[in-house]
């Protein structure tokens, strides 16, 4: 696109270079760009061109939920984006429309239902407990994202996948890999096609089997020639890579609560308000850098009094939809008891997070765990010294010093 193909009035294209940004600062970008108006244009550091971006709550509800958007279009297209190896895999889940992505979702929603996710919690909680103890066992100082905020969501990902404990280690440092945008296009790409290759033996073990973790169900579905090997390939990594970001979102919860002890103490004071106040974390979290995945318009649309072409790129903000005042008062503000609290951290629409339950589950065993096992924890060291990860996608410290 370009500037000869808009008529009307537009916003003017602002650059965002997605700075390295530590702690749980909200991206002053961002903050800018909601400032300037519902629907801005932006270019990204990659990537040609510019693309729309929508950043209040409803206009993100409405184009992350409306067919006239579409993730299958990006292919093909050098969208402007963040990651400098962006490269779509042609009929990868996360680049379906409906039906073909409702068909790849069903066949694996059966382990990711309330009940799918309750299947591993004693077995999760299990994981967890033997991690802190090992730290306790260690004694302090301790790194609180190596002893547990990393292997936790590990194990609990690869055991809902139904990856064997002995490979877990290599399915950590592939999703490490794949999510980083400084190793290269190439490193990146070698990690998803070994990753591949390991998930491609694993569900083709399971054809025809009748187990309910995620191989076992999409070896099924292949059996009944419902998806193929190779969208089942492409579904068993997107989870498996998202199952992880637990441990950047872990990370930046701990180190909230650290660096506001009040929090943390009335969370032990009144456990029964531990479910709405991750609810809160994660909404008030600044879990990625800049933005996810674009959407092409279909046709000629209006939102906000924004006229938005066939054929431009939209991209949505997660982030400035969970602070967007209309719905959310006070919104820079952590409130624990806030109610309702509809955020939409995990997406939303036909590509809302399939591991949201999930995700869930293990923050809540989390803060069960390390507030009322650990209760003197705190940072082992100034908040400005933690090291949060470079040039990663999703936000979160490197590691986590803390003593008790």
């Known amino acids: 696109m370009n500037e000869e193909t808009i008529t009307e009035s537009v916003p003017p294209v602002r650059y965002w270079p997605a700075p390295e940004l530590t702690g749980v600062d909200f991206d002053p970008v961002l903050a800018d760009l909601m400032r300037e108006g519902p629907v801005t244009r932006i270019k990204l550091p990659n990537g040609e061109g510019w693309a729309w971006l929508v950043t209040r709550f409803d206009d993100v509800r409405l184009v992350t939920n409306d067919p006239r958007f579409s993730r299958e279009a990006v292919m093909d297209r050098q969208v402007t984006r963040l990651a400098p190896h962006f490269i779509p895999a042609r009929g990868a889940v996360g680049f379906l429309d409906p039906p073909d ?40 100082p301790a790194d609180l994202t190596a002893a547990v905020l990393s292997p936790f969501p590990i194990a609990v990902i690869c055991a809902l996948m139904g990856v064997p404990a002995a490979d877990r280690e290599r399915m950590h440092t592939w999703t490490q890999l794949i999510l980083s945008s400084s190793q290269g296009a190439e490193v990146s790409e070698r990690a ?82 531990r479910p709405a106040a991750i609810d809160e974390l994660l909404r008030w979290i600044p879990h990625r850098n800049a933005v996810g995945l674009s959407r092409i318009a279909l046709e000629d649309m209006e939102i906000r009094g924004v006229r938005i072409r066939a054929g431009d790129a939209v991209y949505v903000s997660y982030l400035a939809a969970n602070r967007d005042p209309d719905v959310f008062p006070d919104p820079d503000t952590i409130d624990l008891s806030r109610s309702p609290n509809p955020h939409v951290s995990f997406g939303f629409g036909p590509h809302y997070c399939p591991g949201g339950q999930l995700a869930r589950l293990e923050s809540e065993l989390l803060v069960d765990a390390v507030l009322d096992r650990v209760p003197g924890l705190a940072l082992a060291v100034p908040p400005e010294e933690v090291p949060f990860k470079k040039g990663a996608l999703i936000r979160g410290p490197e590691a986590l010093p803390v003593t008790w």
């Open 101 to 140: 992505h409702t068909r790849l979702r069903r066949s694996v929603a059966a382990a990711f239902t309330a009940r799918g996710v309750e299947r591993v919690r004693d077995q999760a909680r299990g994981m967890l407990d033997e991690l802190v103890g090992t730290m306790l066992a260690a004694g302090p």
């Open 192 to 273: 998803k096609q070994e990753m591949g290759a390991c998930f491609a033996d694993l569900i083709g073990l399971r054809e025809g089997g009748t187990g309910e973790d995620v191989a076992s169900l999409l070896g099924a579905a292949v059996g009944r020639e419902e998806i193929t090997l190779e969208e089942a390939v492409g579904l068993a990594l997107l989870l498996q890579i998202g199952g992880e970001a637990v441990t950047n979102n872990s990370g930046q919860l701990f180190y909230v609560l650290l660096t506001r002890p009040e929090l943390a103490e009335r969370l032990r004071a009144e456990p029964e308000t």
